[in-house]
């Protein structure tokens, strides 16, 4: 029987940890009760707001390249983007990564920059999209949803 394969990238880990924001209490920690059809529509749901925080996530990272560190002000002034948009930003990314223990995207911005190090490619504004497709470690919240 052939395994599936695990999740690993960016948008993918993003995607399991969104679509568990939207189940009920007793269904995020056993998601083996859910249909098939259930879990394709959670995954459905999930995928324009992983997509925003996957952008998010990489747009910390850049600028954490760029500056040596990110704050909620750095990515909004290196982004052109208001302060209040960035705080949204970051509580939706706190809604989806919070349960597996991140605050802040800061760790994964970390594991970002040094997989695009150890390639020696430059982590530019430029490779914003591919970012979503860098592999990240999977939180042990969302370890049930990657099998």
Request: hydrophobic share 40%; charged share 30%; no cysteine.
């Amino acid at each position: 029987m052939a395994r599936r394969k695990k999740p690993r990238s960016l948008l993918e880990v993003n995607t399991l940890l969104a679509a568990i924001t939207f189940l009920p209490d007793d269904l995020r920690e056993n998601p083996r009760r859910l249909s098939l059809m259930e879990q394709a529509r959670s995954m459905a749901r999930a995928l324009p707001k992983a997509t925003r925080v996957g952008e998010f996530i990489s747009m910390w990272a850049i600028t954490k390249n760029r500056d040596g560190v990110a704050t909620v002000e750095t990515v909004a002034e290196m982004w052109g983007e208001a302060e209040r948009t960035m705080y949204r930003r970051l509580e939706e990314f706190r809604e989806v990564w919070e349960p597996a223990g991140y605050d802040t995207p800061d760790p994964i911005a970390d594991v970002l920059i040094a997989d695009y190090r150890a390639r020696k490619e430059n982590l530019s504004a430029t490779r914003l999209p591919r970012l979503l497709g860098t592999p990240v470690p999977i939180p042990s919240g969302a370890a049930g949803w990657a099998e």
